[in-house]
């Protein structure tokens, strides 16, 4: 039986309909979406990094400063720990270092997150 004619049940020739491939997205549109990405990597590459610094307080739980550093700085468990535990012998520690515009961000949220509960939780950020 060839691509485009068929033999029926009862002799009867079929004719199966041309089947023709999606239309594919235009070209220009991935590389423009490959473009956008590589300039965001350039220009986290151009802002610099920037070292977060967790500052130790008397009144934050240590449980709660697990917790920040695990859901909005992504820490291993045993990472945050031993973060919280240098910081709290130490008076500060470092968290990570990351690309400013996201040192800012993380930083943010874990001070709103912190603010919410009442707790004095303080980060600062250090060029690097």
């Known amino acids: ?8 049940v009862c002799g009867e020739t079929a004719v199966s309909p041309i089947i023709t491939p999606p239309i594919l997205p235009m070209m220009a549109e991935v590389e ?3 473009e956008i990405a590589l300039d965001e990597q350039t220009e986290e590459e151009e802002e610099g990094l920037a070292k977060v ?4 307080d008397e009144v934050t739980p240590m449980d ?3 917790v920040i550093l695990q859901r ?3 820490l291993l468990p045993l990472e945050a720990e031993h973060v919280m535990v240098t910081a ?3 008076g500060l520690a470092l968290v990570a270092t990351l690309p400013l515009s996201e040192a800012k ?3 943010g949220k874990a001070h709103f997150a912190a603010q919410l509960e009442g707790y004095p939780l303080q ?3 250090e060029l690097v």
């Open 105 to 107: 961000k993380r930083v």
């Open 72 to 74: 909005i700085f992504q």
């Open 123 to 125: 980060f600062t950020i």
């Open 64 to 66: 709660f400063v697990i």
């Open 88 to 90: 709290h012998f130490n």
């Open 32 to 34: 423009w979406d490959e």
């Open 53 to 56: 610094i967790i500052h130790n």
């Open 1 to 8: 039986m060839s691509e485009i004619e068929g033999i029926g």
